[in-house]
């Protein structure tokens, strides 16, 4: 038997920069995968279906979760978001590494499916950083900040449930450091350094 990829899942508290890294990381490396969810939120401006989300109406959602076709699902400021569970599946079997970039309810789920995926920890260099990055967007209200910070401890809280944890100082060498993993078909959980 060849051996497969794991599924890598990278997860983390808001703001620390998880979709620039990844974004870094594909723009590098167009071959890693990274699976596009479903979600039944409408789209933003400039967002395409099946690019960025599989936009999808609240009953074709309990659809979905009814089938079993997701791998996981949460809900979020009244939305639901979910990972489809076939193209995931599909292109682990082809030998493909695939990665998820999902919130940290969704990694758990992940974790009880598929007791072999890697979780990888997305960590701010400091909270007060964290603080920067949730603060110094300006495109939120105060009372939608400070909820975002009070689910940022809780998803800080949570660091020791994953396999390994890199800390976002430079967004190129933790992307490089996150595809190295994706690569890497052993059990080995200890991110190269790449230097």
């Known amino acids: 038997m060849t051996h497969r990829?794991?599924?890598?899942?990278?997860?983390?508290?808001?703001?620390?920069?998880?979709?620039?890294v990844v974004a870094h990381m594909r723009k590098e490396?167009?071959?890693?995968w990274l699976s596009v969810s479903a979600t039944t939120r409408k789209p933003?401006?400039?967002e395409q279906h099946g690019?960025?989300?599989?936009?999808?109406?609240?009953?074709?959602?309990?659809?979905?979760?009814?089938?079993?076709?997701?791998?996981?699902?949460?809900?979020?400021?009244?939305?639901r978001y979910g990972t489809p569970r076939a193209a995931?599946?599909?292109?682990?079997?082809?030998?493909?590494?695939?990665?998820?970039?999902?919130?940290?309810?969704?990694a758990r789920l992940v974790r009880q499916s598929m007791p072999d995926a890697r979780l990888v920890f997305l960590a701010p260099p400091s909270w007060e950083e964290l603080v920067r990055r949730l603060t110094g967007r300006g495109t939120e209200p105060p009372e939608v900040i400070e909820r975002?910070?009070?689910?940022?401890?809780?998803?800080?809280?949570?660091?020791?449930?994953?396999?390994?944890?890199?800390?976002?100082t430079s967004v190129q060498k933790v992307?490089?450091?996150l595809l190295a993993l994706m690569l890497d078909c052993s059990g080995e959980d200890s991110p190269s350094s790449g230097d």
């Open 5 to 20: 990829p794991r599924l890598t899942v990278l997860s983390g508290p808001s703001g620390v920069g998880k979709s620039t």
């Open 29 to 32: 490396h167009p071959e890693a």
């Open 44 to 46: 933003r401006p400039g």
């Open 51 to 79: 690019v960025h989300y599989y936009f999808v109406e609240h009953d074709e959602f309990d659809k979905l979760i009814a089938n079993g076709e997701l791998l996981e699902w949460a809900e979020f400021a009244g939305n």
């Open 88 to 106: 995931v599946m599909e292109r682990l079997e082809r030998g493909e590494p695939v990665l998820l970039e999902i919130d940290l309810q969704g």
């Open 148 to 168: 975002r910070l009070e689910a940022a401890k809780v998803e800080l809280a949570a660091e020791p449930e994953f396999d390994v944890t890199l800390v976002n």
């Open 175 to 177: 992307a490089h450091e």
